[in-house]
Each structure stands twice: as C-alpha cells, then as structure tokens.
Nanobody
Framework: QVQLVESGGGLVQPGGSLRLSCAAS????????MRWYRQAPGKERELVAA????????NYADSVKGRFTISRDNVKNTVYLQMNSLKPEDTAVYYC???????????WGQGTQVTVSS
C-alpha cells in the first residue's frame, strides 16, 4: 500500500520556522523525484521545491528561495522541507509528491496545514 504521510505543520508566528516531513512507504523511494507543493485558499496549487533521487541540485519557487530547504533521506524514505523566516503569505496546505523517474506514475500525500499568523 502506497503512502505519503506529511507531518510537522502547525501555527507559527511570522519570522518563525517549521520543518515538514513526508514519510514514504509502499514504493521504491529511490526511483522517485520528490516535490513539495502548496495550495492557499482560493489559489491554485503551486510547486514549492523539488529534489532529485540522489539529492544535489534542488529547485525552489522564487518566493521561497533563501528561506526554504528541501532534503531527503533515502534510508528513512523521507523528504523534508525546512521553512525559515516564514511569512503570512506562506500560509497554505503543503503536499508531498512523488514523481516516478521514467513513467507518469505519481503519488500525493494528504497535506499538512501551515498557518503563519501573529
């Protein structure tokens, strides 16, 4: 059974930090590019960050560059999103996505809410 389980969301004040985790199971984690997306109320889902199988060259949305860091642990089958200097506009549901290297197969987590507010 394929599962992507996000955790680590919550309420944080502006300028604060959160670390999201996404634990994967039921598929070969090292065959998948991992991404974090987010969706704010009334807005389309947007790509936040991506990391290839072996780590290394990560990609970020312009709005989070310098503040967010994506990483993965291929032993623990987990991808992380370290979010620093959080802003109210970062408020959204954050989703973990696994995208197969050589096919259209993809999986999504259930999402975790991040709210940045004073």
């Amino acid at each position: 059974q394929v599962q992507l389980v996000e955790s680590g969301g919550g309420l944080v004040q502006p300028g604060g930090s959160l670390r999201l985790s996404c634990a994967a199971s039921g598929f070969t984690f090292t065959m998948y590019v991992m991404r974090w997306y987010r969706q704010a109320p009334g807005k389309e889902r947007e790509l936040v960050a991506a990391i290839p199988v072996a780590g290394g060259s990560t990609n970020y949305a312009d709005s989070v560059k310098g503040r967010f860091t994506i990483s993965r642990d291929n032993v623990k089958n987990t991808v992380y999103l370290q979010m620093n200097s959080l802003k109210p506009e970062d408020t959204a549901v954050y989703y973990c996505n696994a995208d197969h290297l050589f096919s259209r197969r993809a999986y999504w987590g259930q999402g975790t809410q991040v709210t940045v507010s004073s």
